[in-house]
């Protein structure tokens, strides 16, 4: 019989989530770079990861959805200049809190494993083509070549591998690789040592 670590407390586990989310974004850049790259990009991974934004109609998604937020609740328009900072800033941010998403269900199982990471990259992917099309970002899924959505699909399954992976390693790490010996509440104790009586 295997013994079963302790569920990871709350604030650990959003912790955990948070640097575990952020890792799994580098891999999804990384595979969305690989994809610039065998169509003829040049840009360093930096480059190409922080490249300049000069309005907001040459945002990217996530900054698209921060400004909608942001002007709704602040009831005033952003300048372009702002577009490079916010959707930079709300890239990050997504796939961090996500992460943390899964930290919170993760680390409330008895034993949180990498293998978890393929259902949480498509359930990230199939949130992002149902929450988008509504709000008029994306097309219906339908409508896109199956070259591109494979590739966004592959890309999300390794953010979420990524995220699952790091989760792991993380809570390894925090409540100790070596788990307490299962039986050995089982076995015997040593006797108390009774005072003799004098004669």
């Given amino acids: 019989m295997r013994s079963r670590r302790n569920p990871l407390a709350p604030l650990a586990a959003v912790t955990a989530g948070l640097l575990a989310g952020a890792v799994g974004t580098v891999c999804l850049d990384a595979v969305h770079y690989l994809k610039y790259r065998r169509a003829g990009g040049t840009d360093s991974p930096l480059a190409w990861e922080f490249a300049p934004v000069e309005s907001w109609e040459k945002a990217p998604d996530p900054g698209q959805v921060a400004k909608r937020v942001i002007e709704g609740f602040t009831q005033r328009r952003l300048p ?10 709300a890239h990050w941010a997504y796939g961090s809190a996500a992460g943390a998403v899964y ?3 993760a680390g409330s199982l008895p034993s949180p494993s990498p293998v978890y990471g393929v259902p949480f990259g498509a359930a990230v992917f199939a949130g992002d083509y149902v929450t988008l099309p509504i709000a008029g970002l994306y097309k219906p899924i339908w409508q896109y070549d199956a070259k591109i959505v494979a590739w966004d699909f592959g890309a999300h399954v390794v953010y979420g591998t ?6 792991w390693l993380l809570t390894r790490l925090g409540t100790g690789a070596v788990s307490q010996r299962p039986y050995a509440a089982c076995l015997p104790r040593p006797m108390p040592m009774r005072a003799t009586a004098p004669c």
């Fill in 80 to 89: 372009d200049g702002s577009a490079w900072l916010t959707s930079t800033v």
């Fill in 162 to 167: 990524g995220t699952a992976i790091t989760f």
């Fill in 103 to 105: 930290g919170i269900v």
